[in-house]
């Protein structure tokens, strides 16, 4: 049985799907030495084989995974006895590198297993089924993207994360709360609230992974997100400083100078006026 499904090139976001399939490969089938340009995750279903990256092989069978990383060399090939099948999902997008951390996976641990249930089994299935969608199957494939990584973060062996990735983790979970809540009036004392810790401890944090305070970090975010919005001519000012968390136009006019050098009615101008 093989089954494929592709899909168009991915837009810049958090996470798009670039493929996903099942396979019962035949014996000593293989792929690599080679590359890929985006993450691939493979669920071994049933039978054995290998994974080789870097001068690292791991043998593998029935509920273990292999994680393949953009750019990195890898050759995997079935058992020449007991071949395996497997499904996998390939991805990629600008938190993918992040949530797979979240995971327990990167280059350096690129192997997981996962024996719990037949949710990644079933998740991958129902991948496959969506082709007989016609209108919400891209959609569809998305949720169950993410319904696939959350449930490998969810069930991460927490002693595969060490400290340090545990002070990443909480500075990603800080960004991420102001990438969702930024258009509305924030703290950093929320933000610290939100993710449990001391707002000292987490102006520590910034500073050592981002080289910038938190307060620095949500106001960069407002005056980047407030660039893309300028593009709209359809947009005031008044309503751009709205959408990104200011209730002052004026307040949002002066900070946007600060950070960018020009007021935000000329930036504008310059940057996005009709030729």
Sequence with gaps: MLEKMYFNEPRHA?????RCGIEDCKSGHSWGPAVRDHYIIHYVLG????????????????NDGFLICPGTIVYYQADSTEPWSYGWVGFNGLKAAAYLKQAGLDAQNPVFRYEKDGFL???LMRMIDTKQLTKGKEIMLLGLLYEFVSQLVETADNKLLGKNNSKEAYVRKAM??????????ITIAEIARHIGLDRSYLYSLFQEFLNVSPQDYLISFRMERACELMQSASLSIGSIACSVGYEDPLLFSKVFKKFKGLPPSEYKRVHFSAS
């Design 14 to 18: 958090d996470m798009n799907m670039y």
């Design 47 to 62: 039978g054995k084989g290998s994974f080789t990256v870097g001068n690292t092989s791991y043998e593998l069978s029935g």
């Design 121 to 123: 089994r079933d998740c």
């Design 176 to 185: 991420d709360y102001i990438s969702m809540n930024y258009s509305r009036k």
